[in-house]
């Protein structure tokens, strides 16, 4: 059946003719299914009481992440399986563990975001035997409460993960071999496509049928895990049609660490990214754990983040800095450019009719190298970036800089180099008197403008400053504020 999308939720089979491309997961559960356990704070994907565990086939095996129902749509689940609040209590009604150990430990009050802790939490039971306290404040990242302060909620994680006494209590360890049988059976073999009036929606079966269904629809949204898309219905009420859905395709997924540098598929999430990079990139694996909550970073996509060209999307300033290789393809074939290139203005890249976003070389610093990226925001966690500054320096042994590459988004219409700072710097000692003397050639680089995130004479000063730090940073002084479990 190429016609419908079809999925599992909690134990029933879902087939679907009639569905909108931009209707949402949260709509689906709580207008057609009446599963209200699942909520809606932000419609954004910011607070985490609607957060469910989606289920996928990968290599063979199934793994359950945590994702935001609210900018999550339909047209994504074919072929998963979607587990909600009310599929955990055991069949006699009791409590299942996690619910419990928020019951103990008082973790809810108005109880409004306790359903999206227990599913954030539950997706870390099954991951995790005994998660720590850092992996457990990562895995509340993308949940909101106003009630708490917390501390019970983390000490509920605590006391869970000692209560596991048998797997057959649990819903999805005991039925885990029938689920996997289940969704192999529903596995498309062909390219769904869903029409309803001006409403289309369309699940290419591979990366080749992607490339012909926009060489037919040049125009066509492409939707990897929505996590900006979902914002333009939710919030700006946008009508999107044809939206071409990829998250599901295995050929854009793959990691590839070779000697000088990682291949990143265009479908990678940062969740799936994070283990290579924070191994081989340190600086930018640390970035990555900023980007969002848990569930946005196991939705969201490099390759999304850059096709979007946003500027202030996280990941193209470090990646510009590192020199970072874009691949695009259509059924022409591949093209290949410096990251770099792809911008040309605000909301204009280098993409062809046709083309598409395949994936991303990312070259190893060199052992010579220094690099840093730092993000400015707000708050530390999940929030939206004011600026963002990466930085690569190459220096000899005089430690004369031979070169440095500098990158920043929020500073201007796309993600840009700081080439007049670079020229500035090039040739010059690495002393705080040749940063200082830098410094005002970011004045030539950089117009910014103000918004509600920062002026633009915070965000000028900001960018200066963080070369100052950066400076600081490699010459030893304890410029950069860790938090406890990273001192520790």
């Known amino acids: 059946?190429?016609?419908?999308?079809?999925?599992?939720?909690?134990?029933?089979?879902?087939?679907?003719?009639?569905?909108?491309?931009?209707?949402?997961?949260?709509?689906f559960l709580r207008l057609k299914r009446r599963l209200t356990g699942t909520k809606e704070g932000c419609a954004e994907g910011d607070c985490g009481a609607c957060t469910v565990l989606v289920g996928r086939l990968a290599d063979g095996k199934l793994a359950y992440e945590s994702v935001n129902a609210c900018i999550r749509f339909m047209g994504s689940l074919h072929a998963t399986h979607v587990v909600t609040v009310e599929h955990l209590a055991g069949r006699d009604g009791a409590l299942h563990p996690v619910q419990q150990a928020l019951?103990?430990?008082?973790?809810?009050?108005?109880?409004?975001?306790?359903?999206?802790?227990?599913?954030?939490?539950?997706?870390?039971?099954?991951?995790?035997?005994?998660?720590?306290?850092?992996?457990?404040?990562?895995?509340?990242?993308?949940?909101?409460?106003?009630?708490?302060?917390?501390?019970?909620?983390?000490?509920?994680?605590?006391?869970?993960?000692?209560?596991?006494?048998?797997?057959?209590?649990?819903?999805?360890?005991?039925?885990?071999?029938?689920?996997?049988?289940?969704?192999?059976?529903?596995?498309?073999?062909?390219?769904?496509?869903?029409?309803?009036?001006?409403?289309?929606?369309?699940?290419?079966?591979?990366?080749?049928?992607?490339?012909?269904?926009?060489?037919?629809?040049?125009?066509?949204?492409?939707?990897?895990?929505?996590t900006d898309v979902g914002l333009w219905v939710t919030k700006q009420m946008r009508k999107l049609s044809p939206v071409v859905f990829i998250n599901h395709l295995s050929e854009l997924q793959s990691v590839t660490e070779g000697e000088d540098g990682i291949a990143i598929g265009a479908g990678v999430s940062y969740t799936k990214a994070f283990e290579a990079i924070s191994k081989k990139i340190p600086a930018l694996g640390r970035l990555i754990d900023r980007i969002g909550g848990e569930q946005v970073r196991n939705m969201g996509t490099i390759g999304g983040n850059i096709a979007n060209g946003s500027p202030i999307g996280d990941s193209p300033p470090p990646l510009i800095a590192l020199g970072a290789t874009l691949t695009l393809r259509s059924l022409q074939g591949q093209r290949r450019m410096p990251l770099e290139d792809f911008f040309i203005a605000y909301g204009k890249q280098d993409r062809?009719?046709?083309?598409?976003?395949?994936?991303?070389?990312?070259?190893?610093?060199?052992?010579?190298?220094?690099?840093?990226?730092?993000?400015?925001?707000?708050?530390?966690?999940?929030?939206?970036?004011?600026?963002?500054?990466?930085?690569?320096?190459?220096?000899?042994?005089?430690?004369?800089?031979?070169?440095?590459?500098?990158?920043?988004?929020?500073?201007?219409?796309?993600?840009?180099?700081?080439?007049?700072?670079?020229?500035?710097?090039?040739?010059?000692?690495?002393?705080?008197?040749?940063?200082?003397?830098?410094?005002?050639?970011?004045?030539?680089?950089?117009?910014?403008?103000?918004?509600?995130?920062?002026?633009?004479?915070?965000?000028?000063?900001?960018a200066k400053n963080l070369l100052t730090r950066f400076y600081l940073e490699t010459v030893g002084a304890p410029a950069e504020l860790k938090r406890f479990e990273e001192v520790a």
């Open 1 to 27: 059946m190429n016609d419908s999308i079809r999925f599992i939720l909690n134990g029933e089979d879902i087939t679907l003719t009639d569905v909108r491309p931009t209707e949402t997961l949260l709509d």
């Open 103 to 226: 019951v103990d430990c008082h973790g809810s009050q108005c109880g409004f975001c306790t359903p999206g802790f227990v599913m954030s939490l539950y997706g870390l039971w099954l991951a995790k035997e005994k998660p720590s306290r850092q992996e457990i404040e990562k895995a509340l990242q993308g949940n909101l409460c106003r009630c708490t302060g917390y501390e019970p909620i983390v000490k509920a994680a605590e006391q869970v993960s000692l209560m596991r006494p048998s797997t057959l209590f649990d819903p999805l360890e005991r039925t885990r071999s029938e689920i996997v049988a289940r969704l192999w059976a529903i596995q498309a073999s062909g390219t769904i496509r869903i029409a309803n009036g001006e409403d289309r929606l369309i699940v290419p079966a591979s990366v080749r049928a992607l490339a012909e269904v926009l060489s037919q629809e040049p125009d066509a949204i492409i939707v990897a895990g929505a």
């Open 352 to 462: 062809k009719p046709g083309e598409f976003v395949e994936s991303v070389f990312v070259p190893y610093p060199a052992a010579t190298n220094r690099f840093a990226a730092y993000k400015i925001t707000k708050r530390r966690d999940e929030d939206i970036t004011a600026v963002l500054g990466a930085f690569l320096l190459t220096l000899d042994e005089a430690e004369m800089i031979t070169d440095i590459r500098i990158a920043f988004g929020g500073m201007a219409a796309t993600p840009k180099r700081a080439l007049t700072v670079e020229a500035a710097l090039i040739g010059k000692p690495w002393t705080e008197a040749t940063i200082d003397a830098a410094r005002p050639a970011f004045d030539a680089d950089f117009q910014p403008l103000t918004d509600w995130r920062a002026t633009a004479e915070y965000r000028q000063l900001t």
